[in-house]
């Protein structure tokens, strides 16, 4: 089953903070956060398993809230490049896949 | 090192043709997969393949046909294209399948069936 991600849209002024959340019906085993530029490809951001343990981007921080059965993207001061659409993907109990969010995207403006 | 690659970039098709697109990847990954994208919908899994040798069905098989060909390759055939399958096509990769392992995509093909 989908994810659910909020906000759909944000815009920005550069040096803002955003905060971007995923939420799942369905226990999480682990949270993948991708972003994509428009009119290329996602590229890896991170990943949040199960326990606690996160590997991917220095500069870029999230949690993983195993009760609530969410997650979210922390981008603080934000710059210019991090605009793009924010694609979370989970792996949930029983399954052997991800499945993507419909994405947020993130608009920074100078 | 390229990464993950894709063929063709773009394709225009009339309904009822037929088409395959390539995948290749030299990351030495065992597990392929192949996505669309369509607007406000995200990323859908069409077939993954967790090893040479498997493939699975993902979340929106229908109408299309995979072949992991060898470990670097993995293909996505559509036998009778139809409108519905406009669409911007992923393959992605990573070392092995599961929780724990990051997705490398290639760069996409933007498909148009008319």
């Known amino acids: 089953q989908q994810p659910v991600q909020s906000p759909q849209a944000v815009i920005l002024r550069e040096g803002e903070d955003a905060v971007i959340n995923c939420s799942s019906s369905?226990?999480?085993?682990?949270v993948h956060w991708y972003r994509q530029k428009h009119g290329e490809a996602p590229v890896f951001l991170m990943i949040l398993l199960k326990g606690g343990e996160q590997k991917g981007h220095e500069k870029i921080s999230a949690s993983f809230n195993e009760k609530k059965q969410q997650s979210s993207l922390y981008l603080t001061a934000s710059q210019l490049s991090y605009s793009g659409t924010y694609f979370c993907g989970t792996y949930v109990q029983g399954a052997q896949k991800l499945v993507f969010g419909q994405g947020t995207r993130l608009t920074i403006n100078p | 090192n390229a990464g993950v690659t894709q063929t063709p970039k773009f394709q225009v098709l009339k309904t009822g043709q037929s088409m395959t697109l390539q995948c290749a990847q030299d990351m030495n990954h065992n597990s392929m997969y192949w996505y669309r994208q369509d607007p406000g919908m995200g990323l859908r899994l069409i077939y993954y393949s967790a090893s040479e040798g498997t493939t699975d069905k993902g979340e929106v098989p229908n109408g299309y046909n995979v072949s992991r060909l060898n470990k670097r390759e993995f293909s996505l055939r559509l036998e009778s294209a139809a409108p519905s399958q406009t669409s911007v096509y992923f393959c992605a990769s990573s070392e092995l399948s599961g929780r724990n392992y990051e997705q490398y995509f290639g760069p996409g093909t933007r498909l148009t069936v008319t």
């Open positions: 369905k226990a999480l085993y682990s």
